[in-house]
């Protein structure tokens, strides 16, 4: 679980009238202030899900054109299927 997943839960029981900006606000200041050796158990996770990642995926790159392109059709695909039912 990333650190702002982890905060996000926390924070928004205890500010529950905020909008998603202002705990995002918080939790970036509160980010700011944490000394790096709290901070490097969430690079040291980061870095575990990455390798993991590239353990199963090798050959994946990010190309987000090619993803672009994918949502598009898969919307258009949805959207002419309602068209004919």
Known sequence: M??????RRNTRKSWQ???NKLISVRLGE???SMPN???AFYFEAAEDVKREHKKYYPSY?????E???KKIEKKNKKKSKHNFV
């Open 2 to 7: 990333s650190r702002q997943h982890e905060s």
């Open 17 to 19: 009238q905020d909008t």
């Open 30 to 32: 509160c980010w700011k």
């Open 37 to 39: 050796y709290s901070k």
């Open 61 to 65: 790159y990010y190309n987000p054109m």
């Open 67 to 69: 993803a672009r392109c």
